[in-house]
């Protein structure tokens, strides 16, 4: 079911639709409160937080603006998280095994070995980040969010953005290189 559809039927208070729109979007907005506050059972329970905020205020949002403002939603309730724990990201080495598969089952042993230990070291080279270079990382890089639309979310212009961007990659391949570059030369 498309996006539209979905939302419209929550708009009217189907709970099937309401479930199938969480199911969908559950596993995104876990890997957003995760990379925000490095812990999974608290990411967990961000997760589900931001999920009863949606149910109160979906009916709000237009489906052409829906993952944007489910991306600001979990960000900004992330950040609220932080704030009150008064605990900043973990910048030490993240735990693979808390990370999120998305390995989808089609590549042979090699080529799934190859992913892994390429997702394993971006991760490792994420959490070394600069705080705000790993959140530019995630917006633009992971989420896809466009240049506009991150300058909006985090006021700034959007010149800022693609400067903040640029030292953001050139920081994240910094740190690839220096845990030993990707296997196979990539």
């Known amino acids: 079911m498309d996006l539209a ?10 709970q099937l639709a309401w479930e199938a729109l969480v199911r969908q979007y559950q596993g995104r907005v876990f890997a957003i409160a995760y ?4 812990n999974t059972e608290d990411a967990r ?6 999920f009863i905020r949606l149910y109160g205020t979906v009916r709000t949002v237009d489906h052409e603006r829906f993952v944007p403002w489910l991306i600001r939603i979990a960000r900004n309730a992330s950040i609220d ?36 230990l390429r ?3 971006i991760y490792r080279a994420l959490s070394k980040l600069t705080g705000l270079n790993r959140e530019m990382i995630i917006l633009k890089e992971i989420h896809e969010l466009p240049i506009e639309e991150i300058a909006s ?34």
Do not use: W
Request: glycine letters at 10%; one cysteine or more.
């Open 45 to 50: 329970d961000l997760a589900q937080d931001i």
């Open 5 to 14: 559809t979905l939302l419209e039927k929550c708009k009217r208070g189907d």
């Open 153 to 186: 979310l985090l006021g700034v212009p959007v010149g800022t953005v693609k400067s903040r961007s640029n030292r953001a990659r050139l920081e994240l391949a910094q740190r690839i290189i220096e845990l030993g570059g990707l296997p196979n030369g990539q």
């Open 119 to 121: 997702r394993n070291l």
């Open 35 to 38: 990379h925000y506050v490095g």
């Open 81 to 116: 998280f932080l704030r009150r724990r008064n605990v900043r990201p973990r910048s030490g080495e993240t735990d693979i095994s808390e990370m999120t598969d998305l390995a989808t089952g089609d590549a042979d042993p090699e080529e799934m070995c190859d992913a892994h």
